[in-house]
């Protein structure tokens, strides 16, 4: 079925004549059950392996007797990567799309590896120009965008943390100046419920930080009363002034965010948190 999506791409004819190049995104987790024991190599599929996934998938095709296809160089896929991890999952169609001469298949979001490996230069230094490289973990897969700044800055936020309490927050003391005291690290913060079921809403952070950090963000999954670690996105921060907007999916927000600002602990001034209405779709 996926071969078969490929080959109806109308771009997948303009690019053929040449050996295709591909780049696979993600890998589908089946894990260990009563057919399939993972002991050390048995029982792995070789999509697991470290960043190994972005190699192999041309090498699987071809395996297959499908010759048309060869691995994807890096450099030429790294100019997308904000556009790739906007894109849906398989087996959504939209999961399988051409830039330019590049065929990106998504079955997940980038593992924590992969996203290692994309996101630094030759020299092993972290990307600062790929805003979607600030989020190094999202094992559920879920749609976002990024960015420094966001159109239509005039728009009524529906919750502002100056204007508004937060639900619940603990591990932290809360200044009347907008400065969080973070008394250990798991400080946590949960935002009031917003019900908005469909399309996305943009929550905007800011605050100053005195290190490199991460915020990481729980979200409820199906109503359930309890965050897991499952049901997270890391987000990465450098030290200074941080100013950080995240477009999710609106489902996200209805059962109270939560947010945990930092995994240190210390200070951080500053500190806000803004959630606006946003059209995407």
């Known amino acids: 079925m996926m071969l078969s999506n490929i080959f109806n791409k109308g771009e997948y004819t303009k690019v053929s004549s040449e050996k295709v190049k591909v780049h696979l995104v993600g890998y589908i987790d089946k894990g260990s059950n009563q057919f399939n024991r ?40 790294k100019p997308n990567l904000d556009s790739i991890r906007s894109m849906p999952s398989w087996p959504n169609p939209n999961s399988i799309r051409f ?15 992969q ?10 230094l972290s990307l600062t120009n790929i805003d979607s490289c600030s989020v190094t973990y ?3 897969s879920i749609i976002f965008y ?38 250990n690290d798991d400080s946590q913060i949960v935002l009031p419920d917003i019900e908005r079921k469909d399309g996305f809403m943009e929550i905007n952070i800011q605050g100053h930080y005195s290190q490199d950090d991460f915020i990481d963000l729980y979200f409820k999954n199906d109503g359930k009363n309890y965050y897991h670690y499952s049901n997270t996105m890391r987000i990465s921060i450098k030290k200074g002034n941080v100013d950080i907007y995240l ?3 609106s489902n996200l927000f209805m059962n109270g965010l939560r947010i945990d600002p930092s ?6 001034s500053q500190f806000s948190v803004r959630v606006f209405e946003n059209d995407k779709k």
Do not use: H
Request: with cysteine; proline share 3%.
């Open 115 to 124: 996203i290692n490996l994309l996101c630094k230069d030759e020299n092993g």
């Open 263 to 268: 995994v240190n602990v210390g200070t951080i």
């Open 38 to 77: 993972e002991v050390e190599n048995v029982g792995r599929s070789f999509f697991k392996w470290g960043a190994n996934e972005l190699l192999n998938i041309a090498t699987l095709f071809n395996t297959l007797g499908f010759e048309n296809f060869k691995f994807a160089e890096l450099e030429y896929v």
């Open 247 to 249: 477009t999710l999916p």
């Open 138 to 140: 999202n094992p559920q």
């Open 146 to 183: 990024v960015s420094r700044f966001r159109d239509g800055s005039s728009q009524k936020p529906i919750f502002d943390s100056k204007r508004m309490p937060f639900q619940d927050y603990k591990n932290i003391n809360l200044k009347i100046d907008s400065t969080l005291e973070l008394k």
């Open 99 to 113: 830039f330019d001469d590049i065929l990106v298949i998504k079955v997940s979001d980038y593992t924590e590896a």
